[in-house]
């Protein structure tokens, strides 16, 4: 409601009007002198209360109030400006309310109002803590000398404060450290989502959660162990002074609870000495009538404390199958805290605190009379208050509730059936036995002037002893309503009517109807719910409340856990006790209350059997006959109750047990429902009939219950029409559950729904304000039309798509929609919109668009909140559909209206209007980027509340900060880039501006993604002629302009987001060309407003958070390639330097301008700053200039590279032996604490790191192989050790770990991917016996490693398979081929073994990869490279094997071949782009006389094979065919050349080929040139001295193809279609002769000239004009071959025909004239132009 501004206004109101008038008061009195934190008096807060005047400071209560207020303002706000951190002294105002004497709830809701100010400013934790923890040992020290007094019963006490004052401020200081503690629970997501994605609300929370992580003081264990000190000191103590140090010990323990399970493992043996110590076994002793109310206080207020820690413990490190766990257990769940042992332990120790708990109650000899009664006995101590306003028996409520509590988060798995049945008979006597601690005298009044007003209108805070169990939990209701619907919902009723009411209003209404309201001095222990919620304020329940809750929670739990029998016996107890209780008790609010209990706990335990965790098993315990029957005879009563709320529950709980019962069961519930209704009249029991079927038919569903669905139409139908509001509004609820569970099946009955529908809309009684006056008062809150609007729906969705195709329905749905639409009741209205919402997804073209939008987009200016939220969901369904349709409506004007409405409303609880923007960018953004930067320009120009707020001294401070010539670029010169003139501009919400940054964001993603190149690239667009204005390359100073803006915010979460958007320029850009300047980048020119930007981000107020992602932004420009100087880098390589010499010094960080941050965010910078010169590394080898970057720091990178991994597994395994030497230097017991928020860095930045070390190992950097040993500058010096590295296994388990996850995981995920291939590039290296030694081979390692590598190669794809085939390829090359390894260190046999697994897997990859059906759609280059490096890997491990094996691995790899050879099913060339492999492989032939002839055999088949293929593709045609082919041709032709001089094939094979080249060539034109090109290359080789004998046979037999061709070609010369296909051919068969001539001695010239000329003399027409291409081509041959040979050519041409020999001369003549006449122009030429030169 509030804006910005005005939240921050109310606060400070709050702080100045309440808050500081009441810290005057109590500073300055002599009654009470409590200390400030910092010291007495001394503080800045103190110095200003002292200028405060107050006659009346405000009363407890008005206290409570306000703080809970501004607990809600500083949530809402969610990030502090500095005037109220100032006004409220940094939080030095609220724990000094909170160490006031006012009392335990004033202290409650000071400590929560704290927490949600550390929530809002993170940055002031550390501080915060510090101080609380200062005071607190101040005031321990206080209480022992006090202590001291006490024991030697001294009197001078005239210099110490009063035990009370040192009670309020230790136990202030204690909760106000438990709460922040609390804070800490919610486990924080990964850095990389926190900066990379934008969730709104969820975001902000996360960021939250990691800041209060990073800026955690390390004084946690001094804070165990002073708590430790305490509780052990107790036993020395007076008893007050006892029960002082008590509370505070464990309440300091139930906080540290909260730090997760990598802090509490290390002390848990501690922590179970002082609960054993804490939880004894009850005995004799403990009975005694002379224990006074002192002793008996301390006694259960210890053990109230001890439990309560117990459960804190258990909340958050205990995983229960099938829980929520809230904490951050997801981290430790590798290693249970809570063992079954520990598990028995603590079920013991809390069966011996509900003994003495039962003790007690045995214990009160007097009858426990109303406390409040002006009559009772004053000297029964057990009723007497203390100070706090409990007495003894709330003590015990609170105590036994804690053990229930404790209980139920413990589970059962170890708790004796003995100890279940005892907990099953407390509780149930709890809930619904004869156990009244209310009022009697009240109970006498009501009974005797029948003034009972109902259950719900009881104001004592007790209502007889009902639960206030919150009955959303677990409905199931439409989902609007779930939304609308606000907290603290009495009744089921109210949310299964889905009334639609405002969330304001409908907490007043709730408020007004519960009887019992919490407090937070019922139970200071609950804090701990609200670091698990959004509720900014959590209210326990009264101690009577609230152990009625929680044994109906633990009974319905312990119900769900036992057998059949169990479960039977429990609830008939259960039964059997409310009907003996209802029966024999004359008080009436009793019974009723008893009948609540135990219909909530027959529901709750419902819930459980029908959730997901436990359906099967409720199926065996609520599914039997016996207990169907006797819970739903129970529930008939509950159902025909006149109170709404209990016949919801029953309803609910008869709906759910008839989905987990039989077929039969289900039919009886119907018709005994049916059989109520008919014979009782009374309204209240047909409308709890009717509802119990809607609840039927939801929970058990319309298929289970079609049989039933005629008749149960017809007695909804017929009670609709009921003239009673009760009756027809319950009905018509029922009814519309039924539709929307038949679904389908539900068609039959339209056409009398749609007629009951029109007839009841036209009723008077239906109307809101029809019928009689009583009728219209009760139909206020029962509105029919609302349930009209839900049938109407539910009809709809029954319909389906053929909505659009029965007009005549249509109509009819779409005049009574719009008719509801017109009514006044906006809660109808919202219906209505559900109903268009079904229309548009079923009949979208049959609806006027148009129309839709205008309205919608009237009804966002509804002052109605719910009316806006459903136009708001709408819009979001229309804008999934067709976002340009809403461009062409709505325009600009409507997303105005909803970046507007972020500014009107909370923006937290309106996420539907961001996805709505969100979907509308991301379709149309490419369109027109431009219109959205505005837009979000615009927003980011605005002013927040909290730089209004801010003082202009500030103000002109921070701007001093950046005031440099790269800010005043932007025009930057105050925070946010605003001008001197931006007061007067309009303010946005800060969390309006973050969205408008997340925008930007996506902007920038989708438009990289988009491939519209135009958008990134000016020089493109001005070639295609596209106007730059407009595209999103031509706004990159406005982009850069708003990070800066952005960076310089005062809210964290802004600036990190500016960073990203900056991050996001310089990724998309840095490769855009300048379009005016060539060999220029475009950002070069923004290389100053970039580092202005990147500023603000190292000014003293940074976070950790932003120091972060601002060094990995500087790391990116660095390596982008925009400065390829080093000396022009400037500050931003500077500041990544100075980051990389503060990771080497341990202890304390700093960077920039900040110098005091905490171990936890020094170490996670230090991963930071290491990811990124990583990040730098691994772009080096393509950016050259990196290199020098780099080289400096190489040997530092590679030491903390390594250390960096060795931290991770550190922390990863939890190995204490490597945090002694872990290179952060953090205290081993933080280091612990730490993990849960470093670990999420850590799996983020270490696939970086390793690939980085990588890439150093495959250069042979000389300083990583000293960094994998541990030996820093070591350099050149190391020894060949025969074992491993001193770190190769830390190393190798990350690695082996990271692969097994990832083969494991059922897909491959793209995100995963990077990983892999970094982890299996680091194996390719580390396998290397200079790292791995002789490690890798022990028989153990290798099988493990050899199973991954199966595994990994069944599973994994071809871009993943080719760095495994490397790392096979590299193991075997390295140890397998080391001398010495038969020296008796590895068995032969055993190393032939591990050789033939490298062999198998490679080969197994090899053959997956071959093409075929099932592989198609994989990434065909990354095949192509898979079969490159398997074949090289063949060959390597050939090698290993030796010269025997080799030649057989040789025929392995040449038999995968061929099957590559004849595919057909892949339309890519497969064979081309690996030919080098087969050449491989026929490299290095055997030298032995057999070796060569079993290698002629192999290459005699091969050809076969290929011979085969070639004619298995005759007349046959198409691309595949033809490629097969081409390729099978090039094969053989390669074999051919690279053949051994030895080798020896068969004449008929040979001759085969040569023929069936001749006739592809003289066949088909579409082989010409691969004929051609072939030939050439065989020619060619056969030229060779060595050659093989077969080559020259080849030749002599191609030579006449090769004529043929030529004179093909001749025939052709005026085929204008086939002469250009065979022109190609020609050309490399005319370059073929070239060779051949040059190729062969001067003394066979001759006859070959004789062959070629009269070849030549074909092409030849010197009387042609102009010459023919033909003619072109060839005379130049001519000439050479004259040139060359002279002698020969005359002889000849002189023996050539007349014809021919006409022919050539006239040719060499015309061309020889030709070159004489060009000759004799070019000097002209040259002077002609020389002379105009000059």
């Known amino acids: 409601m509030l804006s910005e501004q005005g939240l921050i206004s109310a606060a400070m109101e709050i702080v100045n009007t309440f808050l500081r ?107 915060i803590m510090e101080s609380l923890y200062e005071g607190l040992k101040r005031d321990i020290t206080t209480l022992g000398t006090l202590a001291m007094q006490l024991s030697n019963s001294s009197s001078n006490t005239s210099n110490l404060p009063s035990l009370g004052e040192v009670k309020s401020r230790a136990l202030g200081h204690a909760y106000s450290m438990y709460g922040i503690y609390t804070l800490l629970a919610t486990s924080p997501k990964a850095a990389e989502e926190t900066s990379t994605a934008y969730t709104g609300q969820e975001q902000h929370i996360s960021l939250v959660n990691i800041s209060l992580h990073l800026h955690l003081p390390p ?22 002074i006892a029960r002082i140090s008590s509370e505070i010990g464990w309440t300091l323990v139930s906080g ?107 214990a009160q000899r007097e009858e426990v009379q109303d406390p409040t009664s002006p009559t009772g006995p004053t000297t029964n101590f057990f009723l007497q208050a203390d100070e706090d306003g409990h007495d003894l028996q709330a003590y015990e409520a609170l105590l036994r509730s804690h053990v229930h509590v404790a209980f139920a988060l413990l589970g059962f798995a170890t708790t004796t059936e003995s100890i279940q049945r005892e907990l099953i008979t407390s509780t149930t006597s709890l809930f619904a036995g004869n156990t009244y601690t209310g009022s009697v005298l009240q109970v006498a009044i009501a009974a005797k002037e029948g003034s009972f007003r109902g259950l719900w209108k009881v104001e004592d805070g007790y209502a007889y002893g009902v639960n206030s169990i919150d009955s959303r939990e677990g409905i199931e209701g439409d989902s609007v309503t779930l939304a609308m619907s606000g907290p603290g919902t009495p009744g089921a009723t109210q949310l299964m009517a889905g009334q639609q009411r405002d969330v304001g209003e409908a907490e007043i209404e709730d408020l007004l109807s519960k009887p019992i309201l919490g407090s937070p001095e019922n139970d200071p222990l609950s804090l701990s719910s609200a670091s698990v919620t959004t509720k900014p304020f959590v209210d326990p329940f009264p101690p009577a409340t609230a152990v009625v809750n929680s044994s109906i929670d633990l009974f319905s739990a312990l119900v769900c856990a036992q057998d059949s029998n169990g479960a039977l016996k429990a609830l008939s107890g259960l039964i059997d006790t409310a009907k003996v209780d209802k029966s024999s008790s004359s008080n009436m609010g009793r019974r009723i209350a008893v009948t609540v209990n135990s219909v909530w706990a027959l529901l709750l335990s419902l819930r459980m059997a029908t959730s997901r965790v436990g359906a099967r098993a409720g199926r065996e315990i609520f599914g039997g006959a016996q207990v169907g029957n006797i819970i739903s005879v129970f529930l008939k009563d509950a159902i025909l109750d006149p109170d709404e709320n209990l016949r919801g529950a029953a309803s609910e709980a008869l709906g759910r047990l008839s989905s987990l019962s039989s077929s039969t069961f289900l039919g009886n519930q119907i018709n005994n429902l049916v059989k109520e209704i008919v014979n009782n009249r009374d309204p209240y029991a047909r409308a709890g009939c009717a509802s119990a079927f809607g609840a039927i038919y939801v929970y058990a569903g319309g298929v289970a219950a079609q049989a039933y669905l005629k008749t149960v139409l017809n007695v909804l139908m017929s009670l609709a029409n009921d003239p009673h509001p009760v009756v027809h509004y319950w009905s018509l609820h029922a009814l519309a559950h039924v539709i929307s569970a038949s679904s389908l099946s539900y068609g039959p009955f339209i056409p009398s729904t749609m007629a009951l529908i029109f007839k009841l809309y036209a009723l008077d009684t239906h109307e809101p304000e029809g019928g009689t006056v009583a009728q219209a008062n009760a139909s206020g809150d029962l509105p029919s039309y609302q349930a009209l609007c839900r049938i109407v729906d539910g009809v709809i969705s029954a319909i389906g798509p053929e909505l659009q195709d029965s007009t005549r329905t249509r109509s009819k749905i779409e005049d009574l929609v719009y008719e509801l639409l017109r009514c006044e009741d906006e809660t109808v209205g919202v219906e209505a919109i559900q109903c268009l919402r079904q229309m548009m997804m079923f009949a979208p073209a049959k609806m006027d668009m148009a129309d839709l939008v205008t309205r919608l987009k009237g009804y966002l200016a509804s002052p109605r909140r719910p009316l806006k939220v459903a136009s708001i969901n709408a819009l979001y369904q229309l804008v999934q559909r067709d976002a340009f349709l809403l461009s062409k409506v709505g325009g600009d004007k409507l997303v105005e209206i909803l970046f507007g409405m972020l500014d009107e409303e909370d923006s937290t609880s309106i996420e539907g209007v961001k996805n709505i923007i969100t979907n509308w960018l991301t379709q149309t953004v490419t369109a027109a980027p431009s219109a959205w930067i505005d837009l979000c320009q615009r927003i980011m120009a605005r002013t927040t509340a909290s730089q209004q707020s801010a003082t202009l001294p500030a103000a002109s401070s921070k701007g001093a900060i950046f005031q440099d010539e790269e800010s005043e670029s932007l025009g930057a010169g105050l925070p946010g880039g605003q001008s001197d003139g931006a007061a007067g501009h309009s303010t946005a919400r800060w969390r309006t501006q973050l969205f408008a940054m997340e925008c930007l964001h996506r902007i920038c993603n989708v438009i990289s993604a988009s491939g519209r190149q135009e958008h990134l690239d000016l020089r493109f667009a001005k070639l295609h002629g596209i106007a730059p204005k407009g595209l999103f390359v031509s706004r990159i100073p406005d982009l850069v302009r708003i990070a800066f803006s952005a960076s310089a915010a005062y809210v964290t979460e802004i600036r990190l987001a500016g960073l990203v958007v900056l991050r996001d320029v310089i990724a998309i850009f840095a490769k855009s060309p300048d379009p005016d300047y060539d060999d220029s980048l475009l950002l070069e020119q923004y290389q100053a407003p970039i580092t202005a930007a990147l500023t603000p981000a190292f000014s003293s107020d940074s976070t950790p958070e932003i120091l972060s992602s601002a060094v990995q932004v500087c790391a990116i420009f660095v390596g982008c390639g925009v400065i390829k100087d080093v000396t022009k880098m400037g500050r931003i390589l500077k500041l990544l330097t100075g980051a990389l010499d503060q990771s080497k010094s341990s202890g304390s960080f700093s960077i920039g301008d900040v110098q005091q941050i905490s171990p936890n965010a020094a170490v996670m910078l230090r991963i930071s700053t290491l990811t990124a010169w990583a990040e730098l590394l691994i772009a080096s080898p393509q950016q050259d200039y990196l290199k020098a970057v780099i080289e400096p720091y190489r040997s530092t990178l590679a030491m903390l590279w390594i250390g960096a991994l060795r931290d991770y597994a550190s922390i990863r395994g939890d190995s204490e032996v490597l945090q002694e030497s872990s290179s952060s230097t953090i205290d081993g017991l933080y280091m612990n604490l730490g993990k849960e928020i470093l670990l999420p860095y850590y799996d983020d930045a270490w696939y970086r790191i390793i690939k980085a070390v990588a890439i150093m190992m495959q250069t ?168 490159n490096t398997s074949f090289s890997a063949l060959a390597e491990i050939g090698r290993a094997f030796g010269a025997e094996t080799k030649e057989d691995i040789r025929g392995i790899s040449i038999t995968l071949y061929s099957e590559l050879l004849k595919d057909e099913t892949s339309e890519f060339d497969l064979i081309g782009p690996t030919l080098p492999a087969l050449r491989t492989m026929l490299d290095a032939p055997p030298m032995t006389s057999n070796g060569i002839e079993s290698f002629g055999k192999l290459i005699h088949g091969l050809i076969s094979c290929c011979l085969q293929n070639i004619e298995e593709t005759s007349n046959r045609s198409g691309p595949t065919v033809v490629l097969k082919s081409k390729n099978n041709f090039m094969a053989v032709v390669l074999v051919l050349s690279s053949l051994h001089p030895n080798v020896k094939l068969g004449r008929a094979l040979i001759d085969q080929f040569c023929y069936l080249m001749t006739q592809r060539m003289e066949t088909s034109t579409e082989f010409a040139l691969t004929v051609a090109q ?126 021919a020999r006409e022919v050539l001369e006239a040719s060499v003549r015309l061309a020889v004239s030709g070159r004489q006449q060009a000759a004799s122009s070019q000097p002209s030429t040259k002077r002609q132009i020389s002379l105009k030169a000059f």
């Open 21 to 127: 008038p009441y810290l005057t008061s109590i500073l300055f009195s002599s009654s009470s002198r409590p200390q400030s934190p910092a010291g007495a008096g001394q503080s800045s807060t103190s110095a200003f209360i002292r200028q405060q005047q107050t006659e009346r400071p405000p009363s407890s209560d008005t206290l409570m109030m306000v703080l809970r207020e501004l607990a809600g303002l500083l949530e809402q706000l969610g990030n502090l400006p500095p005037v109220i951190q100032e006004s409220l002294g940094g939080g030095e105002v609220l724990i000094t309310v909170a160490c006031s004497p006012a009392g335990s709830g004033v202290r409650g809701s000071a400590v929560n109002a704290l927490c949600a100010f550390v929530r809002a400013c993170p940055g002031r934790m550390g501080t």
């Open 219 to 240: 004084i946690s264990p001094s804070v165990l162990h002073t708590a430790t000190s305490l509780l052990k000191s107790t036993l020395d103590q007076p008893l007050p």
């Open 256 to 362: 540290l609870m909260a730090l997760g399970p990598h802090f509490v493992r290390p002390n848990l043996s501690a922590l179970m000495v002082l609960w054993r110590n804490a939880l004894p076994k009850p005995t004799v002793r403990d009975n005694n009538s002379m224990v006074g109310k002192e002793e008996w206080g301390f006694l259960l207020g210890v053990r109230g404390w001890a439990v309560g820690a117990m459960c804190a413990f258990l909340r958050w490190n205990n995983n229960l199958p099938g829980s929520d766990s809230t904490g951050s257990f997801d981290r430790g769940a590798s290693k249970l805290v809570v063992t079954l042992d520990i598990s028995r332990r603590l079920g013991t120790l809390l069966s011996n605190a509900l003994g003495f708990a039962n003790l007690f109650i045995t």
């Open 1260 to 1427: 042979r950097d000389p300083h990583i192989l000293p960094a994998m040993d541990g030996k820093e500058g070591a350099v050149g010096s190391m020894p060949q050790n025969e074992g491993p590295t001193a770190l190769f296994f830390v190393v190798f388990g990350l690695v082996y770990e990271a692969l097994v996850q990832a083969s494991t995981s059922s897909t491959s995920s793209a995100s995963s991917q990077p990983i892999i291939i970094a982890a299996l590039e680091t194996m390719e290296n580390l396998v290397r016996p200079e790292y791995a030694g002789d490690a890798i081979l022990d028989n153990a390692v290798f099988d493990e490693f050899t199973s991954l590598c199966y595994r990994m190669a069944m599973m994994e794809n071809a871009t993943v398979h080719i760095p495994l085939v490397r790392t096979i390829a590299s193991l075997a090359s390295t140890q397998f081929t080391r001398s010495g390894r038969a020296n008796g260190k590895q068995s032969s046999s055993s190393s032939h073994l591990q050789l033939t697994h490298c062999l198998r897997i490679c080969a197994y990859v090899l053959r997956k990869a071959l093409p075929s059906s099932s592989n198609t759609s994989e990434d065909q280059s990354a095949r192509i490279g898979l079969f």
């Open 1574 to 1699: 072939c030939a050439k290359a065989l020619i060619a080789a056969s030229l060779v001295p060595t050659t093989n004998a077969v080559l020259k046979h080849c030749a002599g037999l191609l030579i006449p193809c090769l004529i043929k061709l030529v004179s093909t070609a001749a025939a052709a010369v005026d085929d204008q279609e086939k002469l250009p296909i065979l022109a190609p051919a020609l050309d490399e068969v005319l370059k073929t002769f070239t060779t051949f001539f040059n190729g062969v001695p001067e003394t066979s010239r001759q006859a070959v000239l004789a062959v070629l000329l009269p070849t030549l003399a074909l092409l030849l027409d010197p009387s042609r004009s102009p010459l023919s291409s033909l003619h072109v081509q060839a005379i130049p041959i001519v000439l050479t071959f004259a040139s060359a040979s002279p002698g020969p050519f005359k002889e000849v041409t002189d023996g050539l025909d007349v014809g």
